[in-house]
């Protein structure tokens, strides 16, 4: 998960209201697909939600079109890269932070037969891994502390911060310079092997990206460098599309997509993988479009998609220390069907709560505190 928003810090500049949230609704889809996610015997072809994974493709795609939309016409205005940088940490680092404490303070609860490694790990053990993860230095699969072969095994979803950060850098050291033609060039290669991973790879799906090994620093590379950067062309192209009732008719597309069952299993997982392939590169792009149509837009749709918005990074970086939890019970304890979705509303209820607490008395205030501090001189 990745933020879309424009930089709370930035002089005043209009939101997107309504890809704010976007980003809110694929941020409920993506805990709705954990918690499902813990009754598939760790088998994406049984997961029932079953594309959830793909909002994470859906955040890189937000990211590019909204940094380019916050940051491209700055450049000239005299902004170096470690103003960009500045800017990006100060809306980026705080709960990444605060995720990796919540993951600490809840891994005494989260022992059992799918985390073989946290009943030998020590206390020195996790303060080690969670000031890496502060800086966001991430695991190797040996090194890491619970057996998932997780970069960020205290919370597993900063693994899409870790590449959100590189794609932030691409953009900022060079390829914020191309010229349209150059772009559009790059984006055409980086789908060429988003669909090379998807449809000739042996599993159909992007599923990965989480471990620091060859294939999920190629899967990772692969999921970011199509979405990010497509999203900065589409903001350049300037392609919008005007909807009526917007926000729901883009909320339904993608909870459509996120949700609907795995297409081919076995010798046809290729037919998956044209599905997702075409989630990325066509369908996701035009919820985008959509999205982007009207920016000066009223009402209780557009007040749920701002409340949506300001809750999605939040939610998207803390929810998963719960999913562990929730996770390991029902695997070793395999409670009835009925019970675990009545534990499992509590705990959707339970990760918004704390990601609104989260926002309300932490976020927002510390990045205030860091913007008048460290990004007042470098304002343009």
Avoid at 49 to 68: C, E
Avoid at 227 to 256: D, E, H, Q, W, Y
Avoid at 278 to 285: D, E, T
Wanted: with cysteine; glycine share 10%; aromatic share 12%.
């Amino acid at each position: 998960m990745t933020t879309t928003a424009t930089d709370a810090t930035a002089p005043a500049k209009s939101h997107y209201v309504i890809l704010d949230g976007l980003r809110g609704v694929a941020a409920l889809m993506v805990v709705v697909f954990h918690l499902f996610e813990a009754w598939s015997g760790g088998d994406p072809e049984k997961q029932i939600i079953n594309h959830g994974y793909l909002a994470v493709d859906f955040f890189f795609l937000l990211s590019g079109f909204v940094v380019a939309y916050a940051y491209d016409d700055r450049w000239g205005a005299g902004m170096s890269p470690w103003d960009f940088y500045k800017r990006r940490l100060v809306r980026l680092q705080p709960m990444i932070i605060v995720g990796g404490l919540i993951g600490a303070a809840l891994l005494a609860f989260q022992h059992g037969s799918l985390f073989p490694k946290l009943d030998t790990v020590t206390p020195w053990q996790i303060l080690g891994v969670l000031l890496l993860s502060f800086v966001m230095i991430p695991m190797t699969p040996s090194a890491e502390i619970r057996g998932w072969g997780e970069i960020y095994p205290l919370n597993g979803p900063q693994w899409s911060l870790f590449y959100e950060y590189i794609a932030n850098i691409l953009y900022a050291v060079g390829l914020r310079k191309l010229p349209i033609r150059w772009l559009g060039a790059l984006v055409a290669v980086s789908a060429v092997a988003l669909i090379g991973l998807l449809v000739l790879g042996p599993r159909g799906d992007v599923i990965g990206g989480w471990a620091l090994d060859a294939k999920g620093v190629q899967i990772g590379l692969t999921r970011v460098m199509f979405p990010f950067f497509a999203g900065v062309l589409l903001m350049r192209l300037g392609k919008r599309i005007k909807v009526k009732n917007a926000f729901a008719v883009c909320s339904l597309l993608l909870v459509a997509a996120l949700s609907l069952p795995r297409f081919g299993v076995g010798d046809q997982r290729w037919i998956n993988g044209l599905y997702e392939a075409a989630c990325v590169i066509v369908l996701f792009p035009l919820i985008v479009a959509i999205g982007a149509g009207e920016k000066d837009v009223d009402g209780p749709s557009v007040r749920i998609a701002r409340f949506f918005g300001d809750l999605s990074y939040p939610l998207y970086i803390t929810h998963y220390p719960l999913i562990y939890i929730y996770t390991t019970w029902v695997v070793d304890q395999k409670p009835p069907v009925g019970r675990g979705a009545l534990v499992a509303v509590g705990v959707f209820v339970g990760a918004v709560t704390i990601a609104w607490a989260c926002l309300k008395l932490y976020d927002e205030p510390v990045r205030r505190r860091l913007a008048s501090r460290f990004l007042a001189k470098s304002a343009s």
